[in-house]
């Protein structure tokens, strides 16, 4: 099954973009889904977490960012408002191993944690 984002890009400072991860149109079943990010020079790291536990934000984008999930369209999202250049990055969803993926007439469950290939999103000033 293979992960994949969608709507980064550039944007000025202050504004928004809401980013996409679907699953090969699988339905999400009992998944704990992240969002990571990964700026130049700088190591990857979690910004959001998704679950049936709730959600969790990293400190730099709580208040910001927003997770979250449509199960009719199958996606998770990350709706980032007041981007700062600091946000600059490659964007990757990663859904954790134990992961159900379902659609019809398939069954499916990860045994590793799964990334996408990532979408850079670019903060301007």
């Known amino acids: 099954v293979q992960l994949e984002e969608s709507g980064g890009g550039p944007v000025q400072a202050g504004g928004s973009l809401r980013l996409s991860c679907a699953a090969s149109?699988?339905?999400?079943?009992?998944?704990?889904m992240n969002w990571f990010r990964q700026g130049p020079g700088k190591e990857r790291e979690l910004v959001s977490r998704?679950?049936?536990?709730?959600?969790t934000y990293s400190s730099s984008v709580r208040g910001r960012f927003t997770i979250y999930r449509d199960d009719e369209k199958k996606t998770l999202y990350l709706q980032m408002n007041s981007l700062k250049t600091e946000d600059t990055a490659m964007y990757y969803c990663?859904?954790?191993?134990?992961?159900?993926?379902?659609?019809?007439?398939?069954?499916?469950?990860?045994?590793?944690?799964?990334w996408g290939q990532g979408t850079q999103v670019t903060v301007s000033s």
């Open positions: 998704l679950s049936d536990e709730g959600t």
């Open positions: 990663m859904f954790e191993g134990g992961c159900v993926l379902e659609k019809p007439g398939h069954y499916y469950r990860l045994d590793t944690n799964s």
């Open positions: 149109g699988y339905i999400f079943r009992r998944c704990k």
